[in-house]
């Protein structure tokens, strides 16, 4: 198992051992490498960890970056994009997680608010239920009344 699966598979500390990785072995690993797709059980892991302390804001970051964009942030490095798919039905729940574990640091969006962490961490706890994506269109929320 390369470091990008375990990465994929929710594994924070293997972005530090992907990122050290020489630009060469890299680009061979994004030609070359078939990756499962991203599931909701990998997206809960890292928030749960982020939410009760486990690893810093920054961890959590720099795992989300790079399964929402396929590439490590200023490595510079353009043919080394890994192309990630996320489990199907979970995608929006996914996406949604992801992309404010991404926005941690900023300036402006850059904390989760404990509401939020509930929200995000319930959708996805639904989707590993076997139950509809609660965010996803036509899903409750989308749902008219």
């Known amino acids: 198992m390369s470091e990008i699966d375990r990465i994929v598979e929710g594994d924070w500390t293997a972005v530090a051992v992907a990122r050290a990785l020489p630009e060469v072995e890299l680009e061979a690993m994004a030609q070359n490498h078939d990756l499962p797709p991203l599931k909701a059980s990998a997206v809960k892991h890292v928030m749960l960890a982020l939410s009760r302390g486990l690893i810093a804001p920054e961890?959590?970051?720099?795992?989300?970056?790079?399964?929402?964009?396929?590439?490590?942030?200023?490595?510079?490095?353009?043919?080394?994009?890994?192309?990630?798919?996320?489990?199907?039905?979970?995608?929006?729940?996914?996406?949604?997680?992801i992309s404010r574990m991404d926005e941690l640091g900023d300036p402006i969006d850059g904390e989760i608010m404990p509401d939020e962490f509930r929200s995000l961490l319930s959708a996805l706890s639904a989707v590993e239920a076997g139950q509809s994506d609660p965010s996803a269109p036509g899903g409750p929320e989308g749902q008219a009344h």
């Open 59 to 97: 961890v959590a970051q720099s795992w989300a970056s790079f399964v929402r964009w396929g590439y490590f942030e200023g490595l510079g490095y353009p043919s080394s994009d890994f192309d990630i798919e996320y489990e199907a039905a979970a995608e929006r729940a996914i996406v949604d997680a």
